[in-house]
């Protein structure tokens, strides 16, 4: 009988159990939703984001962090994952809200014709004391529709201000830096407060590594190779999962060593990406602090650019990359003022990978002394 394995990273988390971490960012949220603010969800590519807004509106994580429920039957959430409406219009976009008002019982005309008609039905639920979170997951990916109009965003805005409306919106920058200049002088962009996603608290990171007993053994390794960024630390325990339940007779040491090299193959593309969306300011701060360079003054926007984008952390007053993986992939990888494609610089250096792999394991020999 095949065992599941529950170290998943392919897709986002649906169920709060699977879940860890994020305590001070969900209290955070929370007293800003019960102010009537609107929230600007920033972090970068497979930090997490969509998966804490699938949780957040669960009562089994409000439980579980503050002992209470923040929100009943009459705060209504709703969902879209902006990816799926990047040619949608307006009126098309505010029926697919109005759909998933009436799926929750209020009986409603849910075919809007106008922004008026969906005026009618906030007002509405204003007057019977409901509250609506509207969730926008992706938002890049329709910040450059032609259909949002500057009329569009102010819309929006005019529904936060005259009803009980608060919207929550993910994005991997702020929504004015995604969004086209001919919108951006809406209002509509002032409205929000900003909520960082950024790596796991060590606990956090500890806490889904041990996910399954079996892979206690291995927490010191796996913070070493995939820090403590949650889709990273996924990727790798489903090897080591994988190969301690079909390869049990293997030495750790073995297990460990196939299990980088399969987490490499997977993590490599996501390493390109971070690398290729880097300035070349902060590639050169990153470079001197996988050196261990000394870090001046004048690189303080830098840093704080790459932390928001998990990709340092701050140990004991001392800047570090968040991962031995990554160092070594910024230790191998050329440095070029000008922007460097990695995938011609891959197929110059076939044994990148091999390298990077090498360099793993090397550190976590030195872990074992």
């Known amino acids: 009988m095949i065992k599941e394995n529950p170290y998943q990273a392919s897709r986002p988390i649906n169920d709060s159990k699977d879940f860890f971490g994020r305590k001070r960012e969900f209290r ?76 929750t019982g209020i009986d409603i005309n849910h075919e809007m014709q106008s922004y008026y008609d969906f005026g009618r039905v906030l007002e509405r639920l204003t007057h019977e004391g409901i509250r609506i979170f509207i969730l926008l997951d992706e938002f890049d990916s329709v910040a450059q529709n032609d259909h ?14 005259r009803y ?13 830096e995604v969004s086209k200049s001919t919108v951006t002088s809406s209002e509509f962009f002032g409205i929000f407060r900003v909520l960082h996603l950024e790596l796991l608290q060590e606990e956090d990171a500890s806490d889904l590594i041990c996910k399954d007993d079996l892979l206690s053994q291995h927490m010191n390794f796996v913070k ?11 990727q790798l325990c489903f090897y080591l999962f994988h190969f301690h339940l079909y390869e049990a007779d293997t030495p750790i040491e073995k297990i460990r060593e196939m299990s980088i090299y399969h987490f490499l193959e997977e993590a490599f593309d996501h390493f390109s ?3 290729e969306h880097l300035s070349t300011e902060e590639r ?32 004991n007053g001392r800047h570090m990359v968040f991962s031995s ?45």
Not at 285 to 312: C, N
Not at 348 to 368: G, M, P, Q, R
């Open 28 to 103: 955070f949220l929370y007293q800003m939703l019960m102010s009537n603010e609107s929230v600007n969800i920033i972090g970068p590519r497979r930090i997490g984001k969509t998966s804490f807004l699938n949780v957040l509106p669960g009562n089994d994580i409000q439980q579980n962090f503050f002992g209470e429920s923040i929100f009943n039957e009459k705060d209504i959430f709703l969902f879209l994952d902006m990816q799926s409406q990047k040619s949608t219009t307006p009126t098309e976009l505010l029926t697919r809200l109005a759909e998933q008002i009436h799926a």
């Open 164 to 176: 009980r409306v608060s919207y929550i919106v993910a994005s991997t920058k702020g929504v004015k």
């Open 224 to 234: 070493l190779i995939a820090g403590y960024h949650p889709f990273f630390i996924s």
């Open 273 to 275: 990406y971070y690398w």
């Open 148 to 161: 949002f109009d500057i009329e569009f965003y102010d819309m929006l805005r005019h529904y936060q201000q």
């Open 325 to 369: 993986a990554f160092d070594g992939f910024v230790e191998e990888i050329k440095f070029s003022e000008k922007k460097e494609e990695i995938s011609q610089f891959l197929a110059k250096n076939t044994k990148t990978l091999v390298s990077i792999a090498k360099y793993c394991i090397d550190k976590a020999i030195e872990l074992k002394k």
């Open 284 to 315: 050169a701060v990153l470079k001197k602090i996988s050196k261990s360079k000394k870090i001046d003054q004048d690189d303080a926007p830098e840093l704080t650019a790459l932390k928001q984008k998990a990709l340092i952390i701050e140990r």
